[in-house]
């Protein structure tokens, strides 16, 4: 902590105090003082309404860099036409609070005409791991993501960003982008963060009823379901899949829109759990639509809830 004078008056800076940018401009500046100083940049790109799954990406990249930068901004370029832009949960008071607790350097607030200059018309696709999955029902969704976050990468200039396995499609299509594109940077990719009771935490929760809220718990219980069958020591993906879906079929309020198994590096579909396999899961509950995965024959794979954790540990190592 140190006094500054400025002007007229003097300024209590505190060092560690987080500090808000909201310019592209400003935003690099910052990030070339840090480089000259020999820092280590790290990055958290978010969308905001933050909850403790952010948080876990922060303290990843404090353990990976000396400065840690999150940035909120809610992305239109990832949003489709009939989707939930307008009603997204947004609490910036909150979230500059958690982030500032979690130790965060630099909050990153650029609105959509500093990301968007008029005449922006450059957009960045990676091509096969996007079409199948959430690509699938969301023809447009990975462009905006990979359009935004190669845009991030070059405001920041991070060494090290952190995402979270949360969105396994997102990750592996950013871990693409980098290496297709040579970004100098390092990806990262956290494990998803569960409430209690299995649920993964997800921004877009706050938009479930009491109801709907029990009726979420059918995407971790059917990841749950079909980690036990491999368990029993089934391999059979139809057979797996047809554990998963049983769950979500059972469960009043909800339709599924896919369950696929996939090899976790290509997201390319497979009929058999011989090799760690991606489990991956959409659900509409309601209105609201929830994503969530587990890698299935991973002896890295998280329980989806204290609950099951022993079986789902035995189950996947
Ligand atoms: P979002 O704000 O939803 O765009 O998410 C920002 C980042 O947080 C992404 O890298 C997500 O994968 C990650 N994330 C969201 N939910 C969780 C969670 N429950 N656990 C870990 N990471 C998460």
Not at 184 to 192: L, Q, R, Y
Not at 226 to 231: C, K, L, R, T
């Amino acid at each position: 902590m140190f006094w500054e004078r400025s002007g007229l008056c003097s300024v209590l800076v505190f060092e560690d105090a987080m500090i808000t940018i909201t310019d592209v401009t400003g935003m690099q500046r910052w990030a070339d003082a840090s480089r000259a100083r020999g820092q280590r940049i790290g990055l958290v790109p978010t969308m905001g309404y933050l909850h403790a799954g952010h948080v876990s990406l922060v303290a990843a990249a404090r353990r990976r860099a000396d400065v840690v930068v999150a940035s909120i901004f809610v992305n239109p370029l990832q949003f489709g036409a009939s989707e939930d832009l307008e009603r997204y949960p947004r609490d910036i008071g909150q979230d500059t609070q958690l982030l500032s607790a979690a130790g965060t350097d630099v909050l990153f607030l650029p609105d959509a005409k500093e990301m968007y200059p008029e005449g922006f018309q450059t957009t960045v696709t990676v091509e096969r791991v996007t079409r199948g999955l959430c690509g699938a029902a969301r023809p447009t969704h990975f462009r905006g993501v990979t359009t935004v976050v190669a845009k991030l990468f070059n405001m920041v200039k991070a060494h090290v960003a952190v995402f979270g396995q949360k969105d396994f499609q997102q990750l592996v299509a950013i871990r693409r982008l980098a290496v297709d594109l040579n970004f100098d940077i390092e990806i990262v990719g956290a494990p998803i963060v569960r409430e209690p009771d299995g649920l993964a935490m997800s921004s877009r929760n706050a938009y479930l009823s009491p109801s709907e809220r029990q009726a979420a718990l059918c995407l971790s219980r059917s990841l749950d379901a079909a980690a036990q069958a491999v368990q029993r020591g089934e391999t059979d993906g139809l057979r797996i899949l047809a554990a998963a879906r049983r769950v979500i079929a059972d469960e009043a309020l909800t339709r599924l829109e896919y369950a696929t198994l996939a090899d976790p590096d290509t997201l390319e579909e497979v009929s058999a759990v011989s090799a760690p396999t991606l489990l991956a899961l959409a659900v509409h509950i309601g209105k609201t639509r929830l994503i969530d995965n587990c890698v299935l024959g991973s002896d890295k794979l998280q329980a989806t809830s204290g609950k099951h954790e022993s079986s789902r540990h035995k189950a996947l190592a």
